[in-house]
């Protein structure tokens, strides 16, 4: 019996203390790390500055093989630079990447926006690009005016003249060059965006796809770049529109109407935009990127007016200054391009994302 007591004391007693000790808790006052204070919205921490001697650029699909070009060849006498062109995110893309400090230079397909003319971004074309009425190479035509594309798209024409069946591949809505194509001709704006909305034709998402579709498709005509079809030698037929040809000189004059231009965009006004950046803009200005650009089948754009650019066609840009040594250097002297990957993330940011 004495044990039992015992036993029941102790616990009664070991209650007790329990008790107290919880309303001791609760009454006491919070710890620090759980005060009104604490448990608000906490700032973002601030990001890593980047590096001096690396470039990120990012936007437009159709911007990529020309820049990708003039950055391989930007690093090739600047060995301890690195330059990483990004995958497509569409132009919409590339101007939020440059906005956010994501990027230090966005590209772009087409004007910018009503909405993005207020991030005070500094718009600089650099190329402009035919396009072009592309074709499988079995199509037996060379040539198409205003009213045969019109037809060819509204599907009232539906065979070549050797009887293939006419196939026509679109773009996604906001796509650039289709874009360019309706601005020049009202009237197949119209019948573009009447066959997309009865899903007449079949709608590729990026202009790998439709690369791969043309090539593959018998019949087939779509919209490409003609600057894209040069720089990866593609075997298309282009065909000449209402009988001329997309050269140098019909682009500049105009009398071939059907082109686009590319631009880069940096912070601009208050925004100090990347020194690195400005140095590869330079680049593409000088006489070695203008003839880069010419040989991938694009045509140079003028450096803007009054700007820092204005000079460089006739003079050059200055010489690189050379950074102090540093070590593990061979590391460092790579370009890096992502691998292009048709990613379910990529189809979406590129879908209606205006080239």
């Known amino acids: 019996m004495l044990g039992w007591s015992l036993s029941l004391s102790g616990a009664a007693l070991v209650l007790i203390t329990a008790v107290a000790l919880v309303r001791w808790v609760e009454h006491a006052p919070p710890p620090p790390f759980l005060t009104a204070e604490k448990i608000g919205p906490r700032e973002a ?3 890593a500055p980047k590096p001096r001697h ?20 930007f690093v090739a006498t600047r060995p301890w630079l690195r330059v990483r062109v990004h995958e497509s995110i569409g132009s919409s893309g590339g101007v939020r990447a440059t906005d956010d400090q994501a990027v230090e230079i966005g590209l772009i397909s087409r004007p910018l926006r009503e909405r993005e003319r207020a991030l005070e971004l500094d718009v600089i074309p650099y190329a402009r690009v035919a396009v072009v009425v592309a074709a499988n190479p ?14 060819y798209y509204l599907g009232h024409r539906t065979h070549w003249s050797d009887g293939t069946p006419v196939t026509v591949l679109q773009r996604e809505e906001g796509d650039s060059s289709h874009g360019a194509v309706g601005k020049a001709i009202p009237a197949f704006a119209q019948a573009d965006a009447e066959s997309r909305e009865a899903n007449r034709w079949r709608v590729l998402l990026h202009d790998r796809a439709m690369q791969e579709a043309l090539l593959s498709t018998p019949g087939a005509i779509g919209l490409f770049d003609q600057g894209l079809a040069t720089i990866q030698e593609l075997p298309l037929a282009t065909l000449e529109f209402e009988g001329i040809r997309p050269t140098e000189e019909a682009v500049r ?22 020194p690195l950046a400005m140095q590869f803009i330079a680049f593409v200005f000088s006489r070695e990127g203008q003839q880069l650009i010419r040989d991938s089948g694009y045509v140079p754009a003028d450096p803007p007016e009054h700007s820092i650019f204005a000079q460089l066609r006739q003079v050059g840009p200055p010489p690189p200054p050379r950074p102090q040594p540093q070590p593990r250097a ?5 370009i890096e391009t992502e691998t292009e990957t048709e990613t379910e993330t990529e189809t979406e940011t590129e879908t209606g994302a205006d080239g």
Request: aromatic letters at 4%; glycine letters at 6%.
């Open 138 to 151: 079995t199509v037996a035509v060379r040539s198409v005016d205003r009213e045969a594309l019109i037809d």
């Open 330 to 334: 061979v590391e460092e002297t790579e």
């Open 45 to 47: 921490p601030e990001p």
């Open 253 to 274: 004059s105009g009398d071939y109407p059907l082109t686009k231009d590319l631009a880069f965009v940096v912070p601009g006004n208050s925004r100090e935009p990347d």
């Open 54 to 73: 690396f470039l990120r650029l990012a936007g437009s699909g159709s911007n990529l093989p020309l820049t990708r070009a003039l950055a391989d060849a």
